[in-house]
């Protein structure tokens, strides 16, 4: 039976991130990815003004609950970037209405980088966030992220074992999900991500290149959902995803230098099938 994956993101309709990153990559990895669409914008907020913003907070639950009657259901939930604070609760509440029993949810707190949030939410936006991923079974916060859910003080990098440890350990409090930290790095020559599952810390890391583009957390999410459902373990999962964002990222820098605002994932598309064993 083909796998089947609700992806819970916004459409940035010019941009290449969460939807528009979600559905090639899980769609190249063989999955079925039906999606609910949480906003849809112009362009994502990143870098970009005067973007539109349609919330669809209000059709969140009518869709879940339209696949529950018709017996539509997912082997697996991987959100990220919600519209509104009042979204969090009700995607739980749908989470709940199309998951298969054993089902996991995997949840990207799309909502802050850099020390900062995202235009347009409210500050006490990652404590209402901080509930999606007390539900989750996998979580895949940027150190911003973490940092805020946990309310501690964020760092620029590069990072200190110490302060990673401490993000580790609040996030371990908070939530029993394994947890992958990403954007983690303690020396200017490899980034990757911190991954815990059973209390196993491992640092999964490749090559630092000093460029930032957005939509790379939604590309990693994306890439390490699809190796997971592809039956893949999580540290085999986070070890592809590191590498194949960071491939990606390395094409965007070296060969296309006009590409500002995403990474040109397109063309290593084949590269991430290989790891995945698909071709
Ligand atoms: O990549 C995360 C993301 C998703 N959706 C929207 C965004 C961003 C990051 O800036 O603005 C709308």
Known sequence: MQKRVAAIHDISCFGKCSLTVALPVLSAAGIETPIIPTAVLSTHTGGFSGYTFRDLTDDILPVAEHWQKSDIAVDAVYTGYLGSKEQVGIVMQAVDKIRKPGGFLLVDPAMADHGKLYGGF???????????????????????????????????????????????????????????????????????????????????????????????????????TGA????????????????????????????????????????????????????
Do not use: W
């Open 122 to 224: 409210p500050a006490d936006f990652p404590l209402e966030m901080k509930k999606l991923c007390e539900m989750a079974d996998i979580i895949t916060p940027n150190i911003t992220e973490a940092a805020m859910m946990l309310g501690l003080p964020y760092c620029e990098g590069s990072y200190t074992k110490d302060y990673i440890n401490e993000l580790m350990d609040g996030l371990t409090e908070m939530t029993s999900a394994d947890i992958v930290l990403t954007g983690v790095y303690y020396d200017d020559k490899t980034l990757g991500a911190v991954c815990q599952k059973d209390g196993v810390r491992t640092f999964v890391a490749s090559e630092r290149i000093n460029a930032f583009y957005h939509g790379t957390g939604d590309l990693f999410a994306s890439s390490l």
């Open 228 to 279: 997971l459902m592809n039956g893949k373990t999580l540290i085999e999962s986070v070890e592809i995803a590191v590498d194949f964002t960071c491939v990606c990222i390395r094409r965007t820098f070296d060969m296309h230098p006009e590409m500002t605002y995403a990474v040109a994932f397109e063309d290593e598309i084949p590269y991430y099938l290989k790891k995945l064993g698909r071709c």
